[in-house]
Nanobody
Framework: QVQLVESGGGLVQPGGSLRLSCAAS????????MGWYRQAPGKQRGFVAR???????HYEGSVRGRFTISRDNAKNTVYLQMNSLEPEDTAVYYCMMKIFNSTIWGDYWGQGTQVTVSS
């Protein structure tokens, strides 16, 4: 079994910062992609950022330059540093990892953490 546990969400004023973390545990042999997605009320879940095992990163256009994704392979953890937050960033944020458990590759998701940007 593999579990992803997120932390770091909360309420922040516009222009503020938050750092999300997501740690994987369980039967893990290797991790390829790590990423973050978000779902705002009334909208579908959408891509935010991704980091490959090579260290290469991709960002959704509206967060590029404000958000930074990073990973700690020794800790099986992915981070999302969010700066200059805007009300439009309000959403539930989910982490996702592509994990090989010594038998098969699978996409695993965290439970979600709420980020609210409001004055």
């Amino acid at each position: 079994q593999v579990q992803l546990v997120e932390s770091g969400g909360g309420l922040v004023q516009p222009g503020g910062s938050l750092r999300l973390s997501c740690a994987a545990s369980g039967s893990i042999f290797s991790i390829n992609n790590m990423g973050w997605y978000r779902q705002a009320p009334g909208k579908q879940r959408g891509f935010v950022a991704r980091i490959f095992s090579s260290g290469n990163t991709h960002y959704e256009g509206s967060v590029r330059g404000r958000f930074t994704i990073s990973r700690d392979n020794a800790k099986n953890t992915v981070y999302l540093q969010m700066n200059s937050l805007e009300p439009e960033d309000t959403a539930v944020y989910y982490c996702m990892m592509k994990i090989f458990n010594s038998t098969i590759w699978g996409d695993y998701w965290g439970q979600g953490t709420q980020v609210t940007v409001s004055s």
